[in-house]
């Protein structure tokens, strides 16, 4: 069975880093690509950036682009999410997914979500 | 464009067919995906490709493209299809991803 599963929520300060965790089960974790999904309090879904774990090959949104830092490391089938410096805005529900099958922009499965909360 | 639009809200009454829309350029190239959110839960994948359904989605549930408009259609609305409903595509470049800004619909 495929599962990804995220790292708990967290609660930080403006100016803080952080880096948030996807482990992938139950498949070729180097095989598929794994992209990061923001959503805001009450808003929509946003297409923050994707890796490919077997070469780490990642592309961002423009929107994203220098904001954040995608990762992973294979050899424990994990991805991350990565911020150097947080801000009150970056609060969200953040969401892993990974493609249904290995060509097609569609995404099969989800992650439980990792609500950041970013406060002073 | 990379963008994709979608109207904020439909409602349907319930036992009746409803089609949601997503219209960007990016759809005439690529197909749209079709995902279903319900409160506080991750979001579900329902369509994709050109009209397909993953294990256990029912088979009220449909896709359609014409020129940049991609369409979702419900045919007999139940009253657990009350959720949020977001198309994903690519953008022009066909590298990255792009999601609508969703739908809610209401069941009557």
């Known amino acids: 069975e495929v599962q990804l599963v995220q790292s708990g929520a967290e609660v930080k300060k403006p100016g803080e880093s952080l880096r948030i965790s996807c482990k992938g089960s139950?498949?070729?974790?180097?095989?598929?690509?794994v992209a990061w999904v923001r959503q805001m309090p009450g808003q929509g879904l946003e297409w923050m950036g994707i890796?490919?774990?077997?070469?780490?090959?990642?592309r961002y949104s423009p929107s994203f682009q220098g904001r954040v830092t995608i990762s992973a490391d294979k050899s424990i089938s994990t991805a991350y999410l990565q911020w150097n410096s947080l801000k009150a805005s970056d609060t969200a529900m953040y969401y892993c997914?990974?493609?249904?099958?290995?060509?097609?922009?569609?995404?099969?499965?989800w992650g439980q979500g990792t609500l950041v909360t970013v406060s002073s | 464009s990379s963008e994709l639009t979608q109207d904020p809200a439909v409602s349907v009454a319930l036992g009746q067919t409803v089609r949601i829309t997503c219209q960007g350029d990016?759809?005439?190239?690529?197909?749209a995906s079709w995902y279903q959110q319900k409160p506080g839960q991750a979001p579900v994948l329902v369509i994709y490709?050109?009209?397909n359904r993953p294990s256990g989605i029912p088979d009220r549930f449909s896709g359609s493209r014409s020129g940049s408009t991609a369409s979702f259609t419900i045919t007999g609305a139940q009253a657990e299809d009350e959720a949020a409903y977001y198309c994903?595509?690519?953008?022009?470049?066909?590298?990255?991803?792009?999601f609508g800004g969703g739908t809610k619909l209401t069941v009557l």
């Open positions: 490709g050109k009209n």
């Open positions: 997914a990974r493609r249904l099958d290995p060509s097609g922009s569609y995404y099969g499965y």
């Open positions: 990016s759809l005439r190239s690529y197909y």
């Open positions: 890796i490919y774990p077997g070469d780490s090959d990642t």
């Open positions: 139950g498949y070729s974790f180097s095989s598929y690509w």
């Open positions: 994903k595509s690519r953008d022009s470049s066909g590298n990255l991803g792009v």
